[in-house]
């Protein structure tokens, strides 16, 4: 079964750039693990500082395969450590 993954972040206007290059790395390395199947960020227009990503996986199993490869766990916490808050990560199921 399909699952979309929402990651939510709150980034502060003059960390944008900082955090970017990270962001970035995050989306190639997930492009090259198996069962992606896409993904996008989205900036809310009433709070640009609120920012979600959307990814599509073709299952649970695939999507904590990401989670758990090592450059990924790094990448998450060089993120996090920058924004001065962890990630939130929502796991939905289709139906």
Partial sequence: MSVKILISRTVAKDLIS??????????????????YISGEALINKDNPEERIVISSWQSVENWENFQNLEECRQLHFKVDQILGQPSKYTVYLNT
């Fill in 18 to 35: 900082v955090v970017k290059p990270f962001l970035a790395e995050l989306h190639a390395l997930a492009w090259r693990s198996k069962g």
